[in-house]
Structure formats: structure tokens, C-alpha cells
């Protein structure tokens, strides 16, 4: 009996795994389909919106001759992302003319916006019955925004700036907090979506496609700089639903921590971090959940493989090291595997706000393992830091209650440097070192530490 059970266990194994396969192969499939269509609707678009007119309104519009009809509306006839997680990019999108509207537009609740090119700002327009900063989908606004999207709104750039500079800076409290990757952010985020009247944008790529922009040379510092404050300003912008913002931007997003600094010296900041080979260890977790991160993590950390398919490292380091990297010569972004890459990710990020602490900005550090001492006590001193009445502290409190950070490890008595290879813990202390941190798995203090006891 031990081994029929044995054996059919084995054949459901089997079956799960070449169900996945073919469901992973369906959507390859199904985005490559979608791109070439994409491709072919857009070649037939340069077309017919010449004829129509479509193209020479758009033009004028860039030209500030259209400035009331400078709002493009498009209706998405079919959208598909290859990963949840991948930043916000108007080629999600498959969409047909709809028409020209007043850029007020843009300021209506349901809209909001999505990313940056370089020639345009894209918003995203939803049901008036969806709310993407309410949204029980996902706890990003880029989810969000893709999921709910039913028009795509374009806007030339210079109608994007009148926009924003009509609407002025912030009215109301903003919170900005930087973080690197699994430590806790989301769940201090989530802490303040429960807050009444708290606006929470998880992960806005409004700002990570602009550093994108920025950092790969397609813009110029002055006119980064520029639509780095109308993107905030529109971001921002007025709610009569909410009294408060907290934004909590994308880990791989720091550096661009010292520009917003600059632009709004009255914005209260925060940088949350863990210790280095937790957050490493909670990444390699997270990536074991879903079968195409962890067949990615099988390429990287394979020599032989990564030599033919060297690009999956390049991919990875590119969207979770580039935006935030020191230009440091001892570290080959090329010859690095996933705990590398994952650990110069880390140590990027604390390393920028260790820079702008040192240059005297006034950004509050948390560390994940002192918060999460005593949660509630925590959370108390930090609303108390950020103004808000002691009397939200039970609602915020609620979200201790679920494990919005999956795959985290909680085990204190684990040796977590041990769970990893021995030339991995050696690459890492040698990238942590090159960027004048402590080696792996040491607390790290940043300066500005908030006292939590």
C-alpha cells in the first residue's frame, strides 16, 4: 500500500508540474501574441489617426496650441503584463482613439497617474465605482491602477506642468518613506491605510519610471527635476476624500530620495530597513512561491546558464540595483548571483539615506527587528512623530493581524548566514564592505535611528 501511495503521489507531483508548464508556456504565448498585435495596431494607427486628424491634434497639443483638447483618451481594447511586479509601461496597453478632453480631466478621483515617458505623462482611467487607493486586488497602486484601468489618458508634457502648476504644492501632510525590499514597509504602510482619511500610494512608478528616464540619460537633470515636482504635485494631488498622504516608493527608488528632499523640505521622510541577510533570506523565500521567480533565482546562481542566458541577471540587476548603485569598481554586476545582486540591492539603498543623513537631512530610520519588539508600542511613537492622534493607534494597530510580508522569517534562533552557500556569505560581505557597511547578518545602525522603546 506504502508504495501505490508512494506512486501516486509521484504522479501527482508530475501532474501539477507539467500543468504549470503548460500554463506558464500559455501565457509566453499569450504576451507574445499580444506584443505582436500591439506592434501591428499601433503601425496601423500611424495611419489612421493621420486621416482622421487624431495625430495632428496630438501635435498641436505638444506644441501648446491645443492646450484645452491636450488630454488623450484612449479605451483599452486589451492589456497583459508579463509579471505582476513589473514597473508601470504604457505598452501594458492595447488601445483604440476615444477622444480629446479638458486636462482638468487628470483631476477627477478616478483618475490617476500611472508613469512617465519621455515625451508624455500617462494617467489611468477607472470605473467611477473603483477606487485604485482602495482597491482589495493588490496593496501596490501600480496593481491597482493596471487591474481596474478601463482608458489610458496622455498628456505632452507641457500641459503636464500647467497642470501641476495650477493645482500648487500639497496641501496637506505628506509622509514619504523609502525602504529596501522585504522589510516591513508594507505592513507600516498598510498600518496607515487604516488610518481614516490617510491617502496611501504604495509604490507609485509615476516616480520610478521618471528616475528611469533620468538615469538612462533621456532627460536632461533640469527638466528631471522639473517633472519630478509635477509628478509629486499631481500624485498629490486635491482629495476631498482624504486629509493626509503617506507614500511608500519602491525600494529600488532611494536615490531619488535627495531630489524630493530638495523640492519639498516640508514633507516628513522615512527609511525603513532590516537586517541584511533577513531581508535577503526573505527575498530567496518569496521567490520559492512563484515557479518563474524561482526558475529565474535556478538561472542567475547557475554559471554554465547564466553564461547563455547572461541577460536574466542583467534584467535583475537593472530593476532592483541600477537606480540606487554606486558606481563602486569592484563589484561586476555581471558576475553577480542572486544573493549578490540582491544584497548590493540592500546595500545601495541604505547606503543613500546613510549619505543624505551625513548631509544633515532630516530622514527617520526604522529598523524592521526594533519595530517589530513591540509592534504596537512602535507604531504609537512613530504616530505620535507624524502627528496623528493617538486615537487611530487601534485602527492602525488591525494590521498586525495579517502577514501582508509573506515569505519574511520570523525564526530568531536561526542562523540565517549558514542557510547560505559559503561563497555567497563571502560575496556579500565583499559588496557590503565595498559600500562601507557592516558584513552580512550584523546590525547595521543608520544614523537617525528612531528610539522605539
Known amino acids: 500500500m506504502d508504495a501505490k501511495t508512494e506512486t501516486v503521489n509521484h504522479l501527482e507531483q508530475f501532474s501539477k508540474a507539467v500543468n504549470m508548464f503548460r500554463d506558464r508556456a500559455l501565457q509566453i504565448l499569450v504576451f507574445i501574441l499580444f506584443r505582436i498585435t500591439r506592434r501591428l495596431v499601433l503601425t496601423l494607427q500611424k495611419f489612421t489617426w493621420a486621416v482622421t486628424g ?19 483618451v484612449q479605451e483599452i481594447f486589451w492589456k497583459r503584463k508579463f509579471l505582476d511586479h513589473s514597473v508601470a509601461d504604457p505598452c501594458n496597453f492595447i488601445t483604440v482613439h476615444n477622444g480629446f478632453r479638458q486636462p482638468s480631466c487628470i483631476l477627477k478621483p478616478n483618475v490617476s497617474l500611472y508613469c512617465m515617458t519621455k515625451k508624455e505623462a500617462v494617467f489611468i482611467e477607472v470605473k467611477e465605482s473603483d477606487n485604485v487607493y482602495k482597491s482589495k486586488h493588490s496593496l501596490y497602486l501600480y496593481q491597482n491602477q493596471y487591474h481596474h ?6 498628456m505632452p508634457l507641457a500641459s503636464f506642468h500647467k497642470m501641476a502648476s495650477d493645482i500648487g504644492p500639497p496641501r ?9 525590499a522585504r522589510s516591513g514597509a508594507t505592513l507600516l504602510s498598510q498600518m496607515m491605510y487604516r488610518i481614516p482619511a490617510m491617502l496611501v500610494l504604495s509604490e507609485p512608478d509615476a516616480i520610478t519610471t521618471l528616475d528611469f528616464l533620468y538615469k538612462n540619460k533621456m532627460i536632461q537633470a533640469s527638466e528631471y527635476k522639473q517633472l519630478l515636482a509635477s509628478c509629486i504635485k499631481l500624485l498629490c494631488k486635491p482629495d476631498e476624500r482624504y486629509s493626509a498622504v503617506f507614500v511608500k516608493a519602491r525600494p529600488s527608488t532611494t536615490s531619488v530620495l535627495v531630489d524630493i528632499v530638495q523640492a519639498f523640505p516640508k514633507f516628513r521622510y522615512l527609511f525603513m530597513y532590516r537586517n541584511s541577510v533577513k531581508s535577503i533570506m526573505s527575498n530567496l523565500n518569496q521567490f520559492q512561491q512563484d515557479p518563474a521567480p524561482n526558475f529565474l533565482n535556478f538561472i542567475m546562481d547557475s554559471s554554465i546558464l547564466s553564461t547563455f542566458v547572461p541577460f536574466v541577471r542583467s534584467y535583475f540587476y537593472y530593476y532592483n540595483v541600477f537606480l540606487n548603485e554606486k558606481k563602486i569598481t569592484s563589484i561586476n554586476s555581471k558576475k553577480l548571483d542572486t544573493v549578490g545582486i540582491l544584497t548590493a540591492a540592500w546595500a545601495a539603498s541604505v547606503s543613500h539615506c546613510a549619505d543624505l543623513r551625513y548631509k544633515g537631512y532630516n530622514i527617520g530610520s526604522i529598523l524592521y527587528e526594533d519595530f517589530m519588539i513591540n509592534p504596537r508600542r512602535s507604531l504609537s511613537i512613530l504616530l ?5 492622534r493617538a486615537e487611530h493607534l487601534n485602527s492602525a494597530a488591525e494590521a498586525l493581524k495579517v502577514d501582508f510580508n509573506k515569505g519574511i522569517v520570523h525564526d530568531l534562533a536561526m542562523d540565517y548566514r549558514r542557510a547560505l552557500p559559503f561563497e555567497s556569505r563571502q560575496e556579500a560581505d565583499n559588496i557590503l564592505k565595498a559600500y562601507g557597511l557592516s558584513k552580512l547578518g550584523e546590525r547595521h545602525e543608520i544614523s537617525g535611528l528612531l528610539k522605539l522603546e
Open 384 to 388: 505620535q512623530r507624524l502627528d496623528i
Open 54 to 72: 487624431v495625430e495632428g491634434t496630438r501635435r498641436d497639443a505638444a506644441r501648446g496650441l491645443q492646450f484645452k483638447q491636450s488630454a488623450h
Open 172 to 180: 496637506v501632510p505628506i509622509t514619504w518613506m523609502s525602504c529596501t
Open 149 to 154: 484601468a478601463v482608458n489610458v489618458i496622455t
